[in-house]
T-cell receptor, first 113, second 114 residues
Framework: DQQVKQNSPSLSVQEGRISILNCDYT??????FLWYKKYPAEGPTFLIS?????DKNEDGRFTVFLNKSAKHLSLHIVPSQPGDSAVYFC????????????FGKGTLLTVNP | KAGVTQTPRYLIKTRGQQVTLSCSPI?????VSWYQQTPGQGLQFLFE???????NKGNFPGRFSGRQFSNSRSEMNVSTLELGDSALYLC?????????????FGAGSRLTVL
């Protein structure tokens, strides 16, 4: 039973355009959501997060949107840069136990120059 | 500030053997979590340790075990290795304070079982 789903295994975008990565979840107990980025041969690195009491959080070129009623969140990258090419993981946690994250399978983003 | 350090980075074992992986968390981080990443899967939670106690465990067989030492360093062990155990094993540490917290991951230990 996959509680966090990233239905697009890959996404290709032109440099300078917007990248939108999507994530759906089924567990209504999730109250904190994170995005991690992973380059080959490296561990995932934290990108941005959002609490369930918010519907939007921005950090520079990265914005995460949360739609609780639809159990959906998205990560927007504007403008996209070639260095953003990586696998992006959506993750969720509940009840303040943020050391236990439930991850999606990831989306490979390729930003073409 | 040093990051999360995992050793070894790569290792090859044969079926039936056992393996021990090591993780040194960021200084001051008392919580250490372990995750398994396999091709086509996301990261799957193995277990989490805090103050030498396992606080939470994922859905993995008893062949997977771990421990944490008084200096917060952690090890995980997989016994009677199977081909399906081939994966990237990631360790993450956090300050484990209540509320929003972020896991910092190491680069992982890539295990190949032949």
């Amino acid at each position: 039973d996959q509680q966090v789903k990233q239905n697009s295994p890959s996404l290709s975008v032109q440099e300078g355009r917007i990248s939108i990565l999507n994530c759906d979840y089924t567990n209504s107990m999730f109250d904190y959501f994170l995005w991690y980025k992973k380059y080959p041969a490296e561990g995932p690195t934290f990108l941005i997060s959002i609490s369930s009491i918010k519907d939007k959080n921005e950090d520079g070129r990265f914005t995460v949107f949360l739609n609780k009623s639809a159990k959906h969140l998205s990560l927007h990258i504007v403008p996209s840069q070639p260095g953003d090419s990586a696998v992006y993981f959506c993750a969720a946690s509940s009840g303040g136990s943020n050391y236990k994250l439930t991850f999606g399978k990831g989306t490979l983003l390729t930003v073409n120059p | 500030k040093a990051g999360v350090t995992q050793t070894p980075r790569y290792l090859i074992k044969t079926r039936g053997q056992q393996v021990t992986l090591s993780c040194s968390p960021i200084s001051g981080h008392r919580s250490v979590s372990w995750y398994q990443q396999t091709p086509g899967q996301g990261l799957q939670f193995l277990f989490e340790y805090f103050s030498e106690t396992q606080r939470n465990k994922g859905n993995f067989p008893g062949r997977f075990s771990g421990r944490q030492f008084s200096n917060s360093r952690s090890e995980m062990n997989v016994s009677t290795l199977e081909l399906g155990d081939s994966a990237l094993y990631l360790c993450a540490s956090s300050q484990a304070q209540r509320g929003a917290n972020v896991l910092t991951f190491g680069a992982g230990s890539r295990l190949t079982v032949l």
